[in-house]
């Protein structure tokens, strides 16, 4: 279980998340919404461990998540993507998966005296959770193509197959269906609920209200840093707070 509480963050004078407490289940997807400027990238930051708070905290099945420093951040399983891609333009697609699977600084030099069967096993093995991870994302046939060569959609698909290569168990998405044409979006979503049905912990920030309500079983919505309402698709997409402060109807 994911317990987010109390988090409160200021940029200088300005408060950019105003006392954000949340719950997300294991095989379960939450979604984050809000207008523009509502602070969403800044709470998957926090929690990705790239953003200091001023206070809040998080836990990950009881245990606190040392916020503020992402290594460790990543070593308690937690994973992110961007809104924009961060991809190795001039390296091929299988090249970008294989980082995706970063071994712990120094363990590869180290083990290479100690154990070269071991570590020769060990990159056979990651190529191949690669190639999975490609026809997973149905990427096979680019494998060898530059990722710089990719549509922004399959762009996307590709940063969220580095992120798999992490075996992260809580998944902090910002804005994966943005640019991204609807055919991908399926893709997207379908992988998203195969995700789920792994016990995955998966964060979606996203405007795409069809996305949201077709994967999300619950939705938090920020406004201003706060968090104004809270429940199942279908009831937000009801509630007339946010529909004013959201859709701007
Ligand atoms: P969202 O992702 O919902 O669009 P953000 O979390 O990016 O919102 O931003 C929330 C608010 O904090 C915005 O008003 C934004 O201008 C401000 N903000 C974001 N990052 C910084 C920063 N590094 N320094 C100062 N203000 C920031
Ligand atoms: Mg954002």
């Given at each position: 279980?994911l317990?987010?509480?109390?988090?409160?963050?200021?940029?200088?004078?300005?408060?950019?998340?105003?006392?954000?407490?949340?719950?997300?289940?294991?095989?379960?997807?939450?979604?984050?919404?809000?207008?523009?400027?509502?602070?969403?990238?800044?709470?998957l930051n926090v929690i990705a461990g790239v953003q200091?708070?001023?206070?809040?905290e998080v836990r990950l099945d009881g245990t606190l998540v040392p916020l503020g420093l992402p290594e460790r951040v990543a070593a308690h399983g937690i994973g992110r993507?961007?809104?924009?891609?961060?991809?190795?333009?001039?390296?091929?697609?299988?090249?970008?998966?294989?980082i995706g699977a970063r071994p712990q600084a120094g363990e590869r030099?180290?083990?290479?005296?100690?154990?070269?069967?071991?570590?020769?096993?060990?990159?056979?093995?990651?190529?191949?959770?690669?190639?999975?991870?490609?026809?997973?994302?149905?990427?096979?046939?680019?494998?060898?193509?530059?990722?710089?060569?990719?549509?922004?959609?399959?762009?996307?698909?590709?940063?969220?197959?580095m992120l798999l290569m992490g075996h992260p168990r809580v998944l902090l998405?910002?804005?994966?269906?943005?640019?991204?044409?609807?055919?991908?979006?399926?893709?997207?979503?379908?992988?998203?609920?195969?995700?789920?049905?792994?016990?995955r912990i998966?964060?979606?920030?996203?405007?795409?209200?069809?996305?949201?309500?077709?994967?999300?079983?619950?939705?938090?919505?920020?406004?201003?840093?706060?968090?104004?309402?809270?429940?199942?698709?279908?009831?937000?997409?009801?509630?007339?707070?946010?529909?004013?402060?959201?859709?701007?109807?």
């Amino acid at each position: 279980m994911l317990t987010v509480c109390d988090l409160s963050v200021s940029y200088g004078r300005f408060q950019a998340l105003r006392s954000v407490s949340l719950q997300a289940a294991p095989g379960s997807i939450l979604g984050l919404i809000g207008p523009n400027g509502s602070g969403k990238s800044t709470f998957l930051n926090v929690i990705a461990g790239v953003q200091a708070v001023a206070s809040g905290e998080v836990r990950l099945d009881g245990t606190l998540v040392p916020l503020g420093l992402p290594e460790r951040v990543a070593a308690h399983g937690i994973g992110r993507s961007f809104q924009t891609p961060r991809l190795a333009h001039r390296l091929t697609v299988f090249q970008n998966i294989m980082i995706g699977a970063r071994p712990q600084a120094g363990e590869r030099l180290r083990s290479l005296f100690l154990q070269p069967a071991t570590v020769r096993r060990r990159e056979a093995d990651i190529q191949d959770e690669a190639r999975s991870v490609l026809r997973r994302l149905d990427l096979s046939h680019k494998a060898n193509d530059y990722a710089g060569m990719l549509s922004g959609g399959q762009q996307k698909l590709l940063s969220l197959g580095m992120l798999l290569m992490g075996h992260p168990r809580v998944l902090l998405l910002d804005e994966p269906a943005a640019g991204v044409n609807p055919v991908l979006i399926e893709r997207q979503i379908n992988l998203l609920k195969e995700l789920r049905a792994e016990g995955r912990i998966i964060l979606l920030v996203e405007h795409n209200m069809e996305m949201v309500c077709g994967v999300c079983d619950r939705v938090v919505v920020l406004d201003s840093g706060a968090v104004i309402a809270e429940g199942d698709p279908d009831a937000i997409r009801r509630d007339e707070r946010v529909m004013r402060s959201y859709l701007g109807e």
